[in-house]
Structures are given as C-alpha cells and as structure tokens.
C-alpha cells in the first residue's frame, strides 16, 4: 500500500509541476523572460480558489463572517451538495479552473506591466519582489486567504468515497497536464513560438521587424500565469485547503527553473524529462528523509538538506551543463524541412 | 525605542546592504540574491560568538567583517568565477545567486538545529535587544550603527579614492575594458568587490538582531528591501546605494507608521509594500535610479531656478 502512496504522489506532482514548468518555459525558455516571480501566479491560482470562489459560495449560500470560519460553513454545506449531485461538484472543479487561467492572465500581465521596458536584470529583481511582497501579504493579512491559519476548499470529488477520490484526482491533474502540454507544444510550434525564441536572442531584430516587444512581454506573461494560476488552483482543490505558505518562493519559482534547466531550455520535451526526473527525486527525499537523516546522523532537520542538496544540483547543473539533459532544437517549419530536404538530395546527386 | 530612531538605525543597516549589493552588481554585472542570506550568516556569526563564549555582540563585529569576506571569497572563486569564464549570460549568473541564497538558507537553518542542539537552546529565533545598552536615552544600536557607517563610509573613501588600487578598482568599475587594457587586473578587482559585500552585509547581519527578531529565513524577506534601495539610489553608483538605503528605510518605517495612525496597526505589515511601491515608481519614473537624474535638465526646476 505504502508504494502506491508513493507513486500517486508522484504522479499528483509531475501533473503539478509539469504545468508550472511548462508556463515557465514558454517565458524563460522562448521568451527570455527572467520571471523569477513564477510563485506570484501560483499563488493567484490559489486566491482564486480560495479567496474567490469561496466568497461567491458565500454570497450564494447566505453565509457571513469572516473569510476563515465561513470558508468552513460552505465546504460543510457544498460537500454535502457535492455528495448528492456529482454536477455541482464537477462545475466547481471546471469553474475554479477557468477562474484560476483568467485571474492569472490579468494579474500576470499587471505584474508585468511596470517592468515591462526593463532589462532583464532589473525585470527578474523587480518580479521577484512584487512577489514576495504578494506572498508576505496573503501570508500576514487573514482577510485575502485566511493568511496563517488558511482557509477551507470544498472537495470538489466528494462523490468518491474514501481513498478512490486521490486516484482520481491524480487522474485529473495529469489529463490537465496533458492538455496544458499539448496546448503549449501546438502554441511553441507556430510563429510565435519562433517570435519568442527571436525575441530571446535579439530584441533589436525583433523590433526591427515591426513587433513591439512589450506587448509581446505582456502577452507572454499573461499567457505564462493563466497556465501556473491553473497548478495553483489544481493543488488548492486537491488539498481542500489553502495556507499561504504552500506557495512560497522555493518551491514555485525556484524549483521550476530548476526543473526547465536539468530538462533543457527552450524545449517541451526536456521539460518532461526534466519534471519527471526531479519529482521523483525529491518525493523519495520527502519519503524517506528520517531515514536518510538517521543514516547519515546528521543533527538537523531534513528540509534543510533538501535546500542544499537541490541548491547543488543547480549549480553543477549551471557549470557542468548549462543545455540541460536534452539539447534545444531548432523549429523545423515546412519550409525550412523542405529547404533541408532538398539540400540532402542534392547532395545524394553529388556524392 | 522610538520611531525615527529606529527607522535611522534600519537605514544603517539597509545602506550597509545596498553599498555591498551596488558594489559586486558594478564589477560582476550580476544583482546579488543571496545577500540577505549573507547578512543572516552575519547574525549567526555572533550568536554563536555569544552562546559558546559569551562575547557581546557588538564585539563580533571585527569577526563578521573578516568571515563575511570569506564567504564573499568562496561565493566568487567557487561559483560566479567558473561561470563567467565559461561566458555564462546575467540570468544563468542571476539564478546561480539565486541557488546560492538556497544553500545558505539550508546551511544556516542546519546549522540553527545544530546549535540549538549543543546549547540546549533553540537558536531558529532569536533578537539582542535585551544585551543592547541605553545612551544618553537613545537605545546603544542607535550610536553603534552610525559609528560602523561612518568608519565603514570613510574607509571605502580611503580605499577608494586614497590608494591605488582603489584607483585600479573605480576604472574597472567604470569600464572594465578599458581598465584591463591599462593593465588593471579586472579579476582582483572583481574578488575584492565580493570580499567587501560579504564583509559588510555580516556587519549589518550582527546589527540587524538588536532591530529585529532573525530565523534562518530573514534574508528571504529583507531582499526586497534591499533592491529596492540600491535600485531607488541607481544600481550603478555607491553614492547611489547611500541615498537610496536612506530613502527606503526612511519610509518603510516612518510612513507606514504615519499611516498606522490613520488606518489603524493593521497596517504595520504592510512595511515591505512600501518599498516595493517605492521601488516600481523609481522604475517608472527613473529606471537608473535617483542618482541618474540630471536636475539640471529638468525644465521647472530650471524655470524655479532662473
């Protein structure tokens, strides 16, 4: 039973961490953009859920008070609806999602838009900080998410009973993961994927070509964050609650790029490789890190080691290989294989 | 502890941050993240110093300053040094910061469980104001701070403008190429600006306990602060990281107090939201900074002033 545990949440967070990384990888990876303010529309998914969605619960269901005891009235009356009919339960599901995309594309592309001009120094220090300002407010005022103390989710499965309702959950997070990595691979492939990549290496060429790069900034992030507020939103109704500290700095900015690096920038597939790859490294950190921590005899708490140890892995990653397992490929459009494919015959003729 | 004193003593301490922050940002083109972090290990040094052998923290300040620039020494040589020789762009040098900032936020956390462990006394949080002695009315952190700005200010004006070698390091700041074809090492130059950041964010790492509480996630939170007072000033000048600290600090606590007043202690959170909103104004109105301004140009100031 013990492996099966372990394997759903593997699963649970390659379909998680799949998304975020994806979204980060159509800005960092294509687009160039540092956004090291990648928990920020994580963290808005979360809002969504659990700041908006359970207010309009609230609003529908007549409750009143504060966001932290009503968030536990509604998911005690929607779960007992969600029981009865399965409809109300889905609707919730498919609601907050788009929700979560929306407030994440708006509030992506406003968080862009003082930056949007800056090089990318000053864009990924300023990013960074209107993030972990964001963070710190939802975390010390109680009003937005229950800051400190969280608030409740209904559970939008509570129609499957006991531990069936994990598996299909599991199940949703990676259909949706799917989707997002099909939508994003489709997106990539067409001319604006090459925008991007162009974008990225000379934004004086880019402009030279009549494109304006800051709405092409804007329209990136907004893009990015719609699909990270979806892993936010994706968590929060998994774990039926929202505590503003789940969604701090490490795990949702800095654990990404790690993630994009190790699998290799500015390619879908690497991505996957890349998300796979650390997931199941660090759940069997998680899973086993009072054994690790007593084998080794080390007189400290593991989470600090998987701080260091991940924080390693970065830099090696950095200094040894800085392409990442697999190694970006150029976008080979129609004409381009024609191009290509002409050129070897003819060289066939030749030889 | 009054109000504007201790906005004046976090200024201090933010200006000894920016100053190091400027510095290595103008040799290694590279915005620091991990100095927070630096100024934490800073803190540790000395309650370390002052669990196992009782020192006073105030006389942990010549060790900070000494292992503090060894760190800056190990973060250099060790990681941003392999990189830019190998012509690693700004972002990969900027996430490589970033994952040094992780490394010390684990060592130092490790290192926390670990004392608190020998000491039987958890050192995960701790604040010095109960060592802190009264002078003259004012708390002795008042007095202490200005004095380690003053010397530290007067002996970079040495180091940079009495010496040659502070010649050498003002041309490679200035431009590097041009330094190097002169025959400046631009490489001694770049150790030194780390030797100096790391020394004096540990010193503002001691001081900053006598302020505030500190757990091993502090540096995570006084970045923001941090930036946003070496950007305000202009990311590119020292002078800059001095008026900037100062402006920061300034409002972080003496507004957000003046607006307590109006809306209530609720407020009182929100301090960091004032800099990030002094922060993103700069950036708009300026994004060089204050220092980059050229007032002369400006055409009412010069119609107010002709």
């Keep these: 039973m013990a492996e099966e545990f372990l394997i759903l949440n593997i699963v649970i967070w390659i379909g998680l961490y799949l998304i975020v990384a994806l979204s980060l990888n159509i800005e960092f990876g294509f687009g160039g953009i540092p956004n090291f303010g990648r928990a920020f529309a994580v963290l808005m998914g979360a809002i969504a859920v659990g700041g908006i969605v359970n207010r309009i619960l609230m609003l529908t269901l007549g409750v009143s008070g504060q966001i932290i005891d009503a968030s536990g009235v509604v998911k005690t009356a929607m779960n007992d609806m969600i029981a009865q009919n399965p409809l109300i339960g889905i609707s919730l599901l498919i609601g907050g999602l788009l929700l979560a995309a929306v407030i994440g594309a708006i509030t992506g592309a406003a968080f862009i838009l003082p930056s949007a001009k800056l090089s990318e120094d000053y864009l990924a220090i300023t990013l960074l900080a209107i993030s972990e300002v964001m963070f710190l407010v939802s975390y010390y005022h109680p009003d937005i998410v229950g800051g400190y103390y969280g608030v409740k989710v209904p559970n939008v499965l509570n129609f499957i009973p006991g531990e069936q309702r994990l598996f299909v959950f599991a199940a949703i997070i990676i259909f949706i993961a799917i989707l997002v990595y099909l939508l994003v691979n489709r997106m990539l492939s067409s001319p604006y994927g090459r925008l991007l990549k162009a974008m990225r290496e000379n934004e004086e060429v880019v402009k030279a070509y009549g494109k304006d790069i800051m709405k092409l900034r804007i329209k990136t992030v907004a893009v990015g964050s719609g699909i990270a507020a979806l892993a936010g939103a994706l968590y929060s109704m998994f774990s039926v609650n929202v505590i503003a500290t789940n969604f701090s700095r490490v795990e949702w900015t800095f654990y990404p790029f790690l993630m994009v690096l190790l699998g290799g920038l500015g390619n879908t597939r690497g991505v996957v490789v890349g998300v796979s790859s650390f997931v199941i490294a660090r759940i069997f950190l998680i899973t086993y890190k009072f054994e690790i921590v007593e084998f080794l005899g080390l007189p400290f708490d593991p989470v600090w080691l998987e701080y260091i140890l991940f924080g390693f892995v970065m830099l090696l990653i950095l200094i040894y290989r800085p392409e990442g397992l697999i190694r970006e490929k150029p976008i080979l459009t129609d004409p381009i294989k024609k191009i290509l494919k002409k050129r070897k015959s003819e060289l066939g003729d030749s030889g | ?306």
């Design chain 2, 1 to 306: 502890m009054s109000v504007l004193e201790g906005a004046i003593i976090y200024s201090n301490l933010l200006v000894l941050l920016a100053i190091g922050l400027t510095m290595t940002y103008i040799t290694t083109a590279v915005p620091n993240f991990a100095q927070g972090s630096f100024a934490v290990f800073g803190s540790y040094i000395a309650i370390t110093l002052l669990r196992l052998l009782g020192v006073h923290p105030y006389l942990s300040i010549p060790v900070a300053f000494v292992l503090g620039g060894g760190l800056g020494v190990v973060i250099y040589t060790g990681v941003l040094r392999p990189l830019i020789n190998r012509g690693a762009q700004i972002v990969i040098l900027m996430i490589a910061t970033l994952a040094v900032d992780l490394i010390l936020l684990g060592l130092i956390g490790a290192y926390s469980d670990y004392l608190g462990m020998i000491t039987k006394k958890s050192a995960k949080k701790f604040i010095f104001t109960p060592y802190d002695f009264p002078v003259l009315n004012l708390t002795g952190i008042f007095f202490v701070s200005i004095l380690v700005i003053v010397l530290i200010l007067f002996g970079l004006y040495l180091l940079l403008y009495k010496t040659k070698f502070g010649v050498a390091m003002r041309a490679s700041m200035e431009n590097p190429s041009l330094a190097e074809i002169m025959g400046v090492n631009v490489e001694n130059t770049r150790l030194a600006s780390w030797i100096l950041s790391g020394a004096l964010a540990a010193v503002a790492g001691v001081l900053l306990p006598f302020r505030q509480e500190i757990v091993p996630m502090t540096g995570g939170i006084i970045i923001v602060s941090i930036f946003a007072s070496s950007i305000v000033g202009g990311l590119g000048s020292i002078f800059g990281a001095l008026l900037g600290g100062y402006i920061v600090g300034i409002s972080e606590s003496f507004v957000t107090f003046q607006l307590s007043g109006i809306f209530g202690p609720g407020i009182l959170v929100y301090s960091r939201v004032i800099s990030l909103v002094v922060l993103v104004i700069t950036l708009i109105l300026a994004p060089k900074g204050l220092v980059s301004i050229k007032w002369r140009r400006i055409k009412w100031l010069k119609s107010f002033l002709s």
